[in-house]
């Protein structure tokens, strides 16, 4: 009797042990993070940067959580059948090990709703990346302008 309470005691240690441990935030890294300012009159924002897993094994983002506004999501432009760019929410997106996402105008990106202060040039928003297998990374991004992909004066 003693030896079956011994190893009934010692299971959740056994089990715990044996299962894998998630990433660390040092295994995944983001940089790059820009926001860009809130048009007047709007409440919505969006916000870019560049998401590596250093890691061995995929991680998963699953949200984004921030005190800047009243809920934030991960999004993604896509193009449909008919030509016409189309806005969706991403739930969860996997990246593989020593894969890198960018997050950037016309693909992924952080939608921010019900912003509660404007965004305006040269401030910051913080705001947290959440992972399903791995610890939060808090993020510390600038309010910049959307700079043109080409040079207008060619």
């Known amino acids: 009797m003693k030896r079956v309470i011994t190893a009934l005691t010692l299971l959740p240690l056994l089990v715990s042990l044996s299962a894998p441990a998630p990433a660390s935030a040092a295994q995944v890294e983001v940089t ?7 048009i007047p009159g ?18 998963t983002v699953i949200g984004i959580r921030t005190d800047a506004a009243r ?11 008919d030509g ?21 105008p016309g693909g992924y990106h952080v939608m921010f709703f019900g912003v509660k202060n404007p965004f305006k040039v040269g401030d910051t928003v913080d705001f947290e990346v959440l992972f399903e297998d791995a610890d939060a990374v808090q993020v510390e991004a600038e309010v910049r ?6 040079n207008q004066e060619s």
Request: charged share 20%; aromatic share 6%.
């Open 32 to 38: 790059e993070a820009w926001v860009k300012p809130t």
């Open 42 to 59: 709007t409440e919505n924002g969006a916000g870019y940067m560049t998401v590596h897993n250093t890691g061995e094994l995929a991680v």
């Open 71 to 81: 809920a934030a999501e991960v999004h993604r432009h896509i193009m449909t059948e």
């Open 84 to 104: 016409m760019m189309r806005m969706t929410r991403v739930p969860k997106l996997v990246i593989a090990a020593d894969e890198t996402v960018t997050f950037e």
């Open 145 to 150: 302008q959307l700079v043109e992909p080409f």
